[in-house]
């Protein structure tokens, strides 16, 4: 009897040790803060905002890919798979991936993908991409104030955004964006170059194959990504597209 206590306890210490433990551990997700176009301020906010909801939750860790390289190494073929998901922080342009079609089918295959502002800037010319994300940059005007408003307040994305909420940022608009493509959060009704009565997206989820897909078009300014609701915003799109 004792003996088998004992082996049953060295079959359990084996366990304990044993790869499967690292299905357990948090999934890591790359930060990529990469630009081929316009680049960004606020990158490095973004940047120590998506450590600081990582270690404030404990749902995920990071990694970064500030480089062409590490681009390259970390979300090529290869590369990518140590990875549950990425978020690409204010990127744009053409990214060096080195098989932008193997990415976009990575994330169909049961990958996250978060974006916010510019990554809608980014892969102009790859229909690929831009259909995983669900729109296409098409222009801003001069920052201003608009009424944020939340869409399906169920969802775990935008209870995160108390209403009603005013925010001062550069508002992006959309083409290639159809609604019946996307499951829409947050927007604003007014024209936020003219005024005129509207539904003008802002944040939204979608669906890609196996993969899930969290945009927010917000967060050009640093005041806006450091404050409250946004980190709440954007911890909850994280985990939601982690599978969280
Ligand atoms: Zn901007």
């Known amino acids: 009897m004792t003996r088998v206590c004992l082996l049953t306890l060295v079959a359990l210490a084996a366990c304990a040790t044993s790869p499967s433990d690292s299905i357990a551990?948090?999934?890591?997700?790359?930060?990529?803060?990469?630009?081929?176009?316009?680049?960004?301020?606020?990158?490095?906010?973004?940047?120590?905002?998506?450590?600081?909801?990582?270690?404030?939750?404990?749902?995920?860790?990071?990694?970064?890919?500030?480089?062409?390289?590490?681009?390259?190494?970390?979300?090529?073929?290869?590369?990518?798979?140590?990875?549950?998901?990425?978020y690409f922080a204010q990127t744009s342009g053409d990214l060096p991936i080195p098989d932008p079609q193997g990415f976009v089918d990575w994330i169909a295959a049961g990958h996250a993908f978060v974006g916010t502002h510019s990554a809608s800037d980014t892969f102009p010319g790859f229909a690929p991409y831009l259909d995983m994300l669900g729109g296409h940059f098409l222009r801003h005007g001069e920052q201003t104030k608009v009424s944020l408003l939340v869409r399906d307040a169920s969802h775990p994305v935008s209870k995160a955004v108390p209403q009603p909420l005013e925010v001062f940022d550069e508002i992006y608009q959309f083409e290639r964006y159809d609604p019946s493509r996307v499951h829409l959060l947050l927007y604003v009704a007014k024209d936020p170059e003219t005024g005129a009565a509207g539904e003008f997206p802002l944040a939204w989820t979608r669906e890609h194959g196996k993969g899930r897909v969290f945009y927010t078009a917000l967060g050009h300014r640093d005041d806006v990504l450091t404050s409250e609701w946004y980190g709440a915003h954007l911890l909850a799109g994280m985990k939601w597209a982690l599978g969280k």
């Open 25 to 86: 551990a948090p999934p890591r997700l790359l930060v990529v803060s990469v630009t081929k176009g316009f680049r960004h301020d606020s990158i490095p906010t973004a940047e120590k905002l998506a450590e600081r909801l990582a270690a404030q939750s404990g749902a995920f860790t990071v990694d970064y890919a500030r480089t062409d390289e590490e681009l390259a190494a970390k979300l090529g073929p290869g590369g990518r798979d140590s990875y549950a998901g990425v």
